[in-house]
């Protein structure tokens, strides 16, 4: 082990850094577009595994790349042989901070092309901030390359929209209640609740079956639709359709226990909407509108 990995300290790092830009602008937001090759070790998003789904700038940077540390099955193997074949590889499920932070460190410093390739997005469920902390306080400077989530992977699978007019005005990007969520903290009732929300849910295969009894025990409809895409975008892909009094066995059936999503509401069946204001009204007074509207 390094002296640098004996002396680390991630937590530290992280509320250091936190307390650093309590009252601060971090002065790269506005000098750098999302997007644009940085200096320092970018966190890449990998999309959802067809490695056609990876954007091309992540390409690029994984393509130049001495050493890719990369989140496991999560990341199709296809995408890394296909990019990467060259580059050293370390697999980050079950390395801690301590360990991952010097090795990714060093190897900068060592003049080495480091990415940190995440799944899908690494702003959804990715804990890409903490490692990014953790370097910056070792003076390393990171940046985010965005990816193609999950959630919109399943979307094209379904062939439908997350958002639909007059079906669902709002997403919500959740995870059910487990080792890291307190039931008072899993909002996945709330947003079933509200009927005009696509609730997408995350890191929550193995616990279908639990979440929607939860449902339909607090008195949810039955018939809610329901659709799990199990590894979306790769070739053993598959879908699921039911509602929330179904879904739970046929998952079992399945024997799904990991990598789906799980989208609740009817966008996922693609039913009961209406055309939208932009290709209607809209449109017929000129398109002379707000930005707003426009957006529509
Ligand atoms: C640790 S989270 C990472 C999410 C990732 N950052 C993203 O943006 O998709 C892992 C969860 O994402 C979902 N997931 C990741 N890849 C998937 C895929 N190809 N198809 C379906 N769900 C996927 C699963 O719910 C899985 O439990």
Redesign the pocket.
């Known amino acids: 082990m390094s002296d640098r990995a004996k002396t680390n300290n991630p937590q530290e790092a992280i509320n250091s850094e936190s307390t650093r830009w309590a009252d601060k602008r971090d002065p790269r937001i506005g000098e750098y577009t999302a997007g644009e090759i940085q200096d320092g070790i970018p966190f890449v998003?990998a999309g959802?595994?067809d490695p056609g789904l990876l954007t091309v700038t992540g390409r690029e940077l994984i393509e130049a790349a001495d050493l890719v540390v990369h989140a496991g099955s999560?990341v199709n193997s296809e995408l890394l042989d296909a990019y990467c074949a060259d580059a050293e590889r370390v697999n980050s499920v079950g390395k801690d901070l301590e360990e991952l932070v010097p090795l990714m460190a060093e190897a900068h410093e060592g003049g080495r092309a480091v990415v940190r390739l995440?799944?899908?997005?690494?702003a959804?469920?990715?804990a890409a901030l903490e490692q990014m902390d953790a370097l910056e306080h070792e003076g390393v400077p990171t940046y985010l390359v965005p990816?193609v989530?999950?959630?919109f992977?399943?979307s094209a699978t379904l062939r439908t929209q997350l958002t639909l007019n007059g079906v669902a005005n709002h997403v919500a990007f959740t995870r059910p209640q487990g080792k890291t969520l307190d039931p008072d903290e899993d909002h996945i009732g709330e947003f079933v609740e509200m009927g005009d929300v696509t609730t997408c849910?995350?890191?929550?295969?193995h616990a279908v079956a639990a979440t929607m009894d939860r449902l339909l025990e607090a008195g949810h409809d039955p018939e809610t639709s329901v659709a799990v895409?199990?590894?979306?975008?790769?070739p053993d892909e598959d879908v699921l359709t039911g509602t929330i009094a179904t879904i739970g066995e046929q998952l079992e059936e399945a024997g799904y226990r990991?990598?789906?999503?799980v989208v609740i509401g009817d966008a996922a069946r693609k039913v009961g909407y209406e055309r939208s204001y932009l290709y209607g009204d809209w449109a017929n007074r000129g398109g002379e509108s707000t930005e707003g509207e426009a957006d529509d």
């Open positions: 998003g959802p595994g999560l995440h799944s899908g997005d690494p959804i469920y990715g990816g989530t999950s959630a992977a399943a849910l995350y890191l929550g295969t895409v199990y590894h979306a975008s790769w990991a990598s789906a999503m």
